[in-house]
Structure formats: C-alpha cells, structure tokens
C-alpha cells in the first residue's frame, strides 16, 4: 500500500511541477526572454543551454551506444536493454528540441540551419546533427510501435535497412556528442582554464558513452519498481563493470589534460570554481572506485546509487563548462529566474511522464520478436481483423 | 579598399557626440540617461567610458577573421569587403552564440522584443558604400575618430607613435587583437587601464574550432567503414558458430 501512495506522491509532484511550467510558458512566449530569464548582455546562454540542450542531449546517448553494442558489436545479451535506451533517447532529443525553441530568440526561424548553411559554424553542424538523429531515432523506435501493431510488412522492410540505419546514428551521435564540447573552443580567454581544453570534443564524447551506460542502469531500477519489469541483474552488472571503466578512462585522460596544460594552479585561486570543480570530480570518481569493488557490484541497490551519483557528477561537469567556467570573465553573477528553472523542470517530469505512458503501452521492456515471415501475414491480418471487430 | 576606423583616446574630449550620431543613424532614443550608461546596450551600440581623466570609445572592433561571422550557425553575420561585419536580421533565429563567442564582448540583444534582434555597430556599411566616412567619424570636433583605407589607418597610427612617443603607450590596439581587427585604438596608458581587454588571443579566433571541425569528412569516413566492418566481423563469427553448431 505504501508504495502506491509513493507512485501518487511523484505523479502528484510531476503534475506541479508542469503545471509551473505552463506559467512559465506563458511568460516566454507571451513576453519575452527578457521576462522570463535573468540572461543579460553580460551573460546571453543560462540553464536552457547549460542544462536542457548539453545535458540533455548526453543523458540521452544511451541510445547510441546499446543500439552500436548489439547491432554492431553483436553483443546480444544486451538486447533487452536496447529498446528502453532507444525510446529514453527519442525522448530525450525531442525535449532538447523542444528546450531549444524556449532559448532560442526567434524560434519560428528553427529550420533555418537547414537552408542557410555555414559550413564553419559547429552549431550548424550541431543542428544538422541533432535533425538527422532525430530521425535515426524516430526509425530505430518504429518497430516497437510496428509490433504493437501488427504491421509486419513494414516491420521486415525496417529490418532490412536497420544496420546502416544504426551505423549513421552512432556517426552522427559521434559528431554532435563531441561537437557540443567544441562549441565552447572559440573563447578559450573566456574559460576557466579548470574546463577549457582543446580535448573538449573528446572529453565531451567519452563522458556521453558512460553517461549512456548510467541511464541504463537508472532506467532499468526505476522500470522494476514502476512495471514489476528489470533487467536481469547480471546485466546490471556487467553495465556497472563497463560503466567504472568507462568514467576512468574520461577521469584519466582528463587528469593527464590538466596536467599537460598545467591547470592544477587553478585550484590555488579563491573563488567558487575550484570548489564546483572538486564536486564534479568526487561526483564521479567515488561511483568509480565503489563499482571497481565487488562488495557494491553485488546489491542492486548501491549499483543504481552509484549510477546516480556519476549522472549527477556528469550534470555538475556540463553545468560548470556551460556557465561556472564564463561566469568570471563575464563580469556579472548568473542565477537563473525561478521560469527558467520551471521550464527545465517541466521538460523534466514530462519526460518521466511520457516514458511511463510509452512504456505501459509498448513492448519496450520485452524483447524483439522476429516478424513474421510473408506467408503467415494473411492468418496474423484476419487475426487483427477478428480482434477489431470483437471489440 | 577595406576601410577601417582609428580612435585616438589621447585626444578624445568625452563629448559623445558619437555616441548621438550613432544613436540618430540607427533610430535610437538618445538622453542624458542612456548617455550615462557608459556600457553597451540596445540603446546604445557605440559608447563612451571615463577612467578618471581619460576616455576610451567602445564599439564593434570588425574583425577581420571574425567570431561571430564563424560561429553564426545561418550566416546572419557577414564579414563585407570593405570591412564592415554586418548583420542580417530576417535569418537570425537568435541562438546568441555571437554574442558567447565574441572575444570584446560586443553584441547586444533585445531582451525585451518579442522579435528580437542581435544589435550591434556595423560600422555604418550604408555610408561606407557611398564612399562616405561614418557617422562617428563625421561628427567628432576633434578628430579623434576618423575614417579611411586600413592599411592607411595603420601607417597613420605608427606616424603618431613615432612623431610623440612621449604621449602614447607604444601599440596599436587591433592590429594583432584577434588576428586583426578594422578598429584601431590608441591610449596614453596601457590599454586594460582604459577598458580595453589585453588578455584576448593575437590569433584569429575561428581557427580554434576549425582545428576540429575540418577532421569530421575523416569521423564520418573512417567511423562508417570501422563500424561496418566491425559488423561483417562478429556476423560472421555469428553464421560460423551457428554452422558449428549444426554439424
Ligand atoms: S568585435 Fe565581436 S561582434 Fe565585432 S566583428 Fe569582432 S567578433 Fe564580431
Ligand atoms: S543570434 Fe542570430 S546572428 Fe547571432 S549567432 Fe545566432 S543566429 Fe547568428
């Protein structure tokens, strides 16, 4: 019973914090970003960048990455994780978009990088990027609602190109995962020199991977406890193992960076920074030594704990390179306006929301039947068909 | 013949008449409260700073590699031939990367338009193709802004820095700042005791993200052909194990 008082609490505090978020819509387009930002002159790009658009879009790379390990890699004992990543990941990029139209100035102009090229601008490439993996997604997801459905023509002919489908989502997540870090290439004066490096594609991309494997674990802890329906935890498991090797190769060559660049005297300098840095650091190095012991690989518990601990270590990092880091050189104090972070959280519990309905309804967390083959097609069509019309 | 602006603060009076002139050819509301905000701002795209004695001029520097014209994902921003870096408004979709990305902090934005434009000095491209100077120039008593040819800008700037070396700090602010810039700035003190900020790359900014971006043919290339033979690798290891298994 107390768990369904639990379940209620959260739709409950979901509703609020959309409902908040509707006032603050009205705010943006009724008014203007003025109205409902505290951004300045001074300091043009807030949490909307910081956090709906770079971390959004890294929370939701756990679609490239499982849909490369069992595609590609063929490592199919992680084919149930698949299809709860690839609908977190559309989910995902389909809130960034829709973040995107909030920050931006004049959101009726959107489509524009798609005509009026600059080939030298990382943000066009951004958006070409995010269009077509968007797309990527929109087909990777198919099948689940084709299955739902019954539409298994369409289902074998999705099948035949899915490869190279999946080949050019994991290049354009490549691209644009990476690319988001060399947005900020551009004013290496502006920086703290605690995030600006020329490895930033690179440490964008690989903090993206492990932020990929950690929402698959987040995922697949809450699903058991919403749906009764998980990973089997030897899955888990093996996710935590790669998940620890993946955030110590990030924290190894981030630490090999600093050094190479002499940015450890940053940290003598007073100042919020250094301490915002040590937070993004612990955040993710403690989950990393905990996994590397087999005591916490053996509790469900503390591996999803771990989990958490990463993702939110992983927020603070892009966080720090999109606002902590400029804040200095900009002169003024950024705090976001109570709308700005209404919006975020709406686009948040929205997410939570939408990922619920998806996966009550679609067969997310079983796996892919094979479809049927051409000659069972009529008997599976008048099936439906009887279905139908008993209802 | 790429035109470029020198300001001499060293004879700057503080009058900011430039700053009125600006502020009519652009339509803006000029008072004496706007002109007592000595920062840049929708209001006002061009201003006047006092540091004590001295003045120092602040306004768009048109850079020669810009930022913003790089970063500028819908090519709103355009470096022109004759120097100025001018702004076309009906492609923005108001990202503001411009204005992350510019090294002296100089676009502005109206906050508070429900169409809002990026603002800032286009170093009045509509006088400049007439063969005119621009309006700043045109106005100030005392010749502290003035109009012409860049590379003669340059050479006049040296000739002050020869003839009274005594009166100036010996550089010429934007001709290395960022690669280059069509403003030129002269001071009597060194130029972050003006406002002028020192700590900017004497390289052209572009070239930061470009190191970067041009490698994405080779991503794509090499990314697609590893990542298809990879799959032809375990599929068939796949077919082989699955033949094993059925002798
Ligand atoms: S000073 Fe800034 S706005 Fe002006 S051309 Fe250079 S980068 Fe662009
Ligand atoms: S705000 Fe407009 S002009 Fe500036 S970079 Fe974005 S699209 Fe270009």
Redesign the pocket.
């Known amino acids: 019973m107390s768990g369904r008082s639990h379940f209620n609490f959260w739709r409950l505090m979901g509703a609020a914090l959309m409902l908040v978020a509707v006032a603050a819509t009205v705010l943006r387009f009724g008014g203007s970003l003025g109205a409902s930002t505290n951004l300045s002159d001074q300091f043009p790009w807030g949490i909307w960048i910081g956090f709906d658009v770079l971390c959004g879009v890294g929370l939701a790379a756990g679609g490239f990455t499982l849909a490369a390990t069992v595609h590609i890699f063929h490592l199919k004992r992680f084919e149930p994780i698949v299809r709860p990543a690839i609908l977190t990941a559309f989910l995902g990029y389909g809130l960034v978009c829709l973040a995107l139209l909030f920050d931006l100035g004049r959101p009726w102009n959107v489509w524009h990088p798609l005509v009026m090229w600059n080939p030298h601008s990382v943000m066009f490439e951004v958006g070409w990027c995010v269009t077509l993996y968007t797309t990527v997604l929109a087909l990777e997801f198919l099948p689940l609602v084709l299955e739902r459905f019954r539409l298994e023509r369409a289902r074998l002919m999705l099948r035949r190109i899915m490869i190279p489908i999946v080949i050019l989502g994991v290049i354009l997540s490549t691209l644009h995962q990476s690319s988001l870090g060399t947005l900020f290439l551009i004013m290496p004066q502006k920086m703290n020199a605690l995030w600006y490096t020329p490895m930033l594609p690179i440490l964008f991309y690989v903090s993206a991977i492990a932020t990929g494997l950690a929402m698959t674990i987040f995922e697949s802890w809450h699903s058991a406890r919403a749906f009764a329906r998980q990973l089997e935890f030897p899955l888990v498991q093996k996710l935590s193992r790669v998940l620890a090797v993946m955030i110590a190769v990030y924290l190894a060559m981030r630490f090999m960076d600093m050094s190479a660049r002499r940015a450890w005297t940053m940290m003598d300098q007073p100042g919020t920074e250094r301490w915002l840095f040590g937070v993004e650091i612990v955040l993710m190095a403690v989950p990393m030594l905990l996994l590397f012991r087999e005591q916490t690989r053996k509790s469900p518990q503390a591996i999803y704990l771990c989990a958490v601990m990463y993702l939110l270590g992983f927020v603070t990092n892009r966080l720090n390179v999109g606002i902590t880091s400029l804040e200095r050189s900009s002169g003024v104090q950024y705090i976001p306006k109570w709308s700005e972070v209404a919006i975020t959280l709406g686009l948040v519990a929205a997410g939570f929301a939408i990922f619920r309905v998806a996966a009550h309804h679609l067969p997310v967390f079983e796996e892919e039947v094979p479809p049927l083959p051409p000659a069972a097609w009529e008997a599976e069509a008048s099936d439906a068909y009887s279905i139908q019309s008993g209802q | 013949m790429a035109k470029a602006i020198l300001y001499d603060s060293t004879i700057c009076i503080g009058c900011r008449q430039c700053e009125e002139a600006c502020a009519a050819g652009k339509n803006l509301v000029y008072d004496e409260k706007i002109a007592a905000e000595e920062r840049l701002s929708e209001r006002k795209l061009t201003t006047i700073r006092t540091y004590g004695e001295r003045f120092s001029r602040k306004?768009?520097?048109?850079?020669q590699e810009?930022?913003?014209?790089s970063v500028c994902p819908v090519a709103a921003?355009e470096?022109t031939k004759l120097g100025p870096?001018v702004y076309h408004e009906d492609r923005c979709m108001g990202c503001r990367y411009?204005m992350v990305?510019?090294?002296?902090?100089?676009?502005v934005y109206e906050w508070n338009s429900r169409i809002p434009r990026m603002r800032?000095?286009d170093l009045c491209a509509d006088k400049l193709v007439q063969g005119a100077v621009t309006r700043c120039s045109e106005i100030c008593p005392v010749t502290a802004t003035i109009t012409g040819d860049r590379s003669e800008m340059i050479a006049e700037a040296r000739r002050r820095l020869v003839e009274k070396p005594a009166e100036y700090y010996p550089e010429i602010y934007g001709v290395n700042e960022?690669g280059g810039?069509?403003?030129f700035i002269l001071s009597a003190v060194p130029f972050n005791q003006i406002g002028y900020n020192t700590q900017i790359p004497k390289s052209s900014?572009p070239q930061f993200t470009w190191a970067v971006l041009q490698h994405i043919p080779q991503v794509v290339v090499v990314g697609t052909v590893l990542m298809g033979g990879i799959y032809w690798i375990t599929s068939r290891r796949e077919d082989v194990a699955r033949e094993e298994g059925r002798q």
């Open positions: 306004l768009c520097m048109h850079c810009p930022s913003c014209v921003l470096k870096v411009c990305a510019c090294p002296f902090q100089v676009p800032k000095c960022a810039t069509s403003v900014m």
